[in-house]
């Protein structure tokens, strides 16, 4: 069975300092890994995957299989950041397929 | 488009009452599922469906049942409502987009959720 672990329920950094958000998994396949983020009264939405291996708000997240991990980073963080952070993964190969949830982060960007 | 859309926002129910929570979406998409969100954890998957007249157990089905007659409708059914049923509920749906080099697509969209407390 796959597992997600988000070992920091809260994150409080300052606007400008580097954040890092992380998540571990145990999967015995190759997953698709996940990050979604949820502001505040917005919908739960994809922040990035690992497959596009792309930034998106200056966020970024390498997939370590070594160390079964899937850090969220930001060398900057902003107050605009603010928000809970989910890691997901998905059985990798299979369209369509279930995510599982860590627990999830709750970060907070002070000024 | 609207997305994905979810009533009612909040409901109270009495033990052992029934009720139906709606989602609807107007993307075309295939997949659809069914989340629980309890207090400080993270969204736990309670059904889901591949398409119109499938549907399949997740991690936490039991006291909840779904039905999938058209694609873009979704209801979650409780028969009979206990406190452990006291959550946030999140209807989602997602489209799988295959890419030769990336292999498989599969971003889930979310509706707004809906606030259930049994008691």
């Known amino acids: 069975a796959q597992r997600v672990t988000q070992p920091e329920k809260l994150l409080s950094v300052f606007k400008g300092a580097p954040v890092e958000l992380k998540c571990n998994y145990s999967?015995?396949?190759?997953?698709?890994l996940f990050w979604y983020v949820q502001y505040s009264r917005q919908r739960l939405q994809l922040l990035l995957r690992?497959?596009s291996r792309e930034s998106i708000k200056g966020f970024t997240a390498d997939l370590n299989k070594g160390e079964t991990s899937f850090h969220l980073k930001k060398p900057f963080a902003q107050e605009e950041d603010s928000a809970m952070y989910y890691c997901a993964l998905s059985p990798g190969g299979t369209s369509g397929s279930r995510l599982t949830f860590g627990e999830g982060t709750q970060l907070t960007v002070n000024p | 488009n609207a997305g994905v859309t979810q009533t009612p926002k909040f409901r109270i129910l009495k033990i052992g009452q029934s009720m139906t929570l709606q989602c609807t979406q107007d993307?075309?998409?295939?997949?659809m599922y069914w989340y629980r969100q309890d207090p400080g954890m993270g969204l736990k998957l309670i059904y889901y469906?591949?398409?119109?007249?499938?549907?399949d157990k997740g991690e936490v089905p039991n006291g909840y049942n779904v039905s999938r007659s058209t694609t873009e409708d979704f209801p979650l059914r409780l028969e009979l409502a206990a406190p452990s049923q006291t959550s946030v509920y999140f209807c989602?749906?997602?489209?799988?987009?295959?890419?030769?080099?990336?292999?498989?697509?599969?971003?889930?969209?979310f509706g707004p959720g809906t606030r259930l407390t049994v008691l």
């Open positions: 469906s591949v398409g119109a007249g499938i549907t």
């Open positions: 690992h497959i």
């Open positions: 993307m075309n998409h295939n997949y």
């Open positions: 999967y015995s396949g190759s997953p698709e």
């Open positions: 989602a749906s997602s489209q799988s987009i295959s890419r030769p080099r990336s292999g498989a697509y599969n971003e889930q969209f």
